[in-house]
């Protein structure tokens, strides 16, 4: 009896740990088989190039009203399978504007994926989607619930927000910026199985928005749980959307918790004729020392061009060294947190490392009083630790305001993050000058973050009206109702003239103005970063 119970252990074992690799095709389907000890099985339709199975460790994962595939799915797309080097199990999925790769190495539990792309797809979104089945894999990582709309009782704005259990959810809290975007998943705890996306330096290189750009990254809804990785969107564009190739990037499942993405070796894919693909060979360096930005803001280097984008956080010293990059010439941006403070050009060149030192210069004035830090970003006013993961409207938030500032006495959270045209404006701000401090003309500099239906701050300093700004750069998306706070991040400069601030007390208004009209925390909006008051 006991030599039958180890043969069946060892047989159980060897028929999973041993399992064939390989590709077997039927007239609909392309089967991949890992051969791995965890055993992933795959089937990818062969007219559409949906996924629509993943079996992992002999149970199906994969929801099964709806697959997984690019954007919302490609209709129909030429499909190829094939094996490499007895290795690689690749089929190549071909449209008339893009062609995806679905790669998968023999032994392994990941599926490894690359899309190339010459056209955005119609609906403005290219994007991955796994829809994977709720019931078993119903929590995400890294933010929680905060995206969880499986349960919602009603909803707070279009078809997106929704309240479960008295709180806002929605898929679009689950973003995190690009720049700390390695790994999100989706998991359960009974057995810690994980499905996630891996992504590396390569992965957002032919995407758009920059490092601090964010979009939807998981949505546990109920019928299924999305797992997404978005290479482009509307949500909240910045910039033009770039073609060729994004990724490579993964679909990898794990038994033993979240596994890591940001060391992912995706080397093997010069062996596999990925077009757009260039290896690590072929590629340069940029590195250097970035000077003046203290050390308490994050210091942060970008390079882009129209074809690609990297970034890279600097060092204790201020030193860098950039990802791999595609050789070209390229726009060097060094931010304070994620305010722009300085930029360059800088070429790279296959093989090579170029040395391209970079410096925020100190503007020459003279600060009377400034609120907030100029970093790009509205942390510490009041809600914007709580706005990336919940609706202004949500019972959590402290009151919206209208609210008033004393300088000197009152703290950040006296000065709401963002200012919703006829909600709760204007902001007031108090403070008292000296004679030396009031004599002169003087700038009241006020920056934001993100405008909304083509708001921007008005002035009023006693009773002197401030002209009321040009309008900014039209984003065509909602913001800080989805979690957003990043725009073109424009600062407006009021020049006040002599004889307008008093020596004692002083008080100036800020309202946002727009030629359009809202309701609620849909009304025409900005974000702040900072105010400064100064000559």
Avoid at 120 to 148: D, H, M, N, W
Avoid at 341 to 366: E, F, L, Q, Y
Wanted: charged share 15%; aromatic share 10%; with cysteine.
């Amino acid at each position: 009896m006991f030599l039958q119970s180890v043969l069946l252990a060892a047989f159980a074992f060897s028929s999973s740990a041993f399992a064939a690799f390989g590709i077997t095709t039927t007239s609909s389907s392309v089967v991949i088989d890992a051969g791995s000890e965890n055993s992933l099985k795959v089937t990818v339709n062969s007219n559409s190039c949906d996924i629509t199975s993943i079996v992992y460790r002999g149970e199906e994962l994969q929801g099964q009203s709806k697959f997984t595939h690019i954007s919302s799915g490609l209709g129909t797309a030429t499909v190829k399978a094939e094996t490499i080097s007895g290795k690689y199990a690749k089929v190549t999925c071909t449209t008339s504007t893009l062609t995806h790769y679905i790669v998968v190495s023999s032994g392994d539990s990941t599926i490894y994926m690359a899309t190339y792309t010459t056209a955005e797809p119609s609906v403005g979104e290219l994007r991955f989607l796994a829809r994977l089945q709720s019931s078993k894999l119903p929590l995400e990582y890294p933010f929680g619930s905060v995206s969880t709309t499986a349960g919602s009782s009603s909803t707070v704005e279009g078809s997106d927000v929704f309240v479960v259990s008295g709180q806002t959810r929605s898929k679009f809290y689950s973003s995190e910026r690009f720049i700390d975007d390695y790994v999100h998943c989706v998991y359960r705890d009974s057995d810690a199985i994980h499905a996630c996306i891996l992504l590396n330096s390569m992965s957002y290189e032919g995407s758009s928005g920059g490092p601090f750009f964010r979009d939807i990254n998981s949505n546990n809804a109920g019928d299924d749980t999305n797992l997404y990785f978005y290479m482009n969107s509307g949500h909240a564009q910045t910039e033009s959307w770039r073609m060729g190739l994004h990724g490579p990037y993964a679909l990898a499942f794990s038994r033993s918790g979240v596994p890591s993405g940001k060391t992912m070796d995706t080397s093997f894919f010069s062996e596999l004729g990925v077009t757009g693909y260039v290896p690590t060979s072929g590629r340069g360096y940029v590195s250097g020392t970035a000077t003046g930005v203290s050390s308490s803001f994050q210091r942060v280097l970008h390079w882009y061009n129209q074809d690609a984008q990297y970034w890279v956080y600097a060092d204790g010293n201020g030193g860098f060294t950039s990802p791999a990059m595609k050789p070209g010439t390229y726009t060097q941006v060094l931010y304070q947190g994620e305010l722009k403070v300085a930029s360059s050009s800088v070429t790279v060149s296959a093989g090579k490392t170029t040395t391209a030192n970079i410096a925020a210069s100190s503007p020459s004035k003279t600060t009377i009083w400034q609120i907030g830090d100029w970093d790009g970003q509205p942390k510490g006013f009041r809600n914007a630790d709580k706005q990336l993961r919940m609706h202004p409207s949500d019972s959590r938030m402290s009151s919206w305001g209208p609210l008033t500032y004393t300088v000197g006495s009152s703290n950040l959270d006296s000065v709401p993050m963002a200012l919703f045209k006829g909600v709760n404006t204007p902001l007031t701000i108090k403070f008292t000058l000296s004679s030396a401090q009031a004599s002169g003309a003087a700038t009241l500099r006020i920056g934001t973050t993100l405008s909304f239906a083509g708001a921007r701050p008005q002035a009023t300093v006693n009773s002197w009206s401030g002209p009321a700004p040009a309008a900014p750069t039209k984003i065509d998306s909602r913001g800080v109702t989805r979690g957003a706070y990043r725009g073109f991040g424009e600062v407006y400069d009021v020049s006040i003239p002599a004889g307008t601030l008093v020596s004692g007390s002083n008080t100036i208004t800020i309202n946002p103005i727009s030629g359009s009209s809202g309701d609620s925390y849909l009304a025409p909006n900005i974000i702040l970063d900072a105010i400064e008051l100064f000559r």
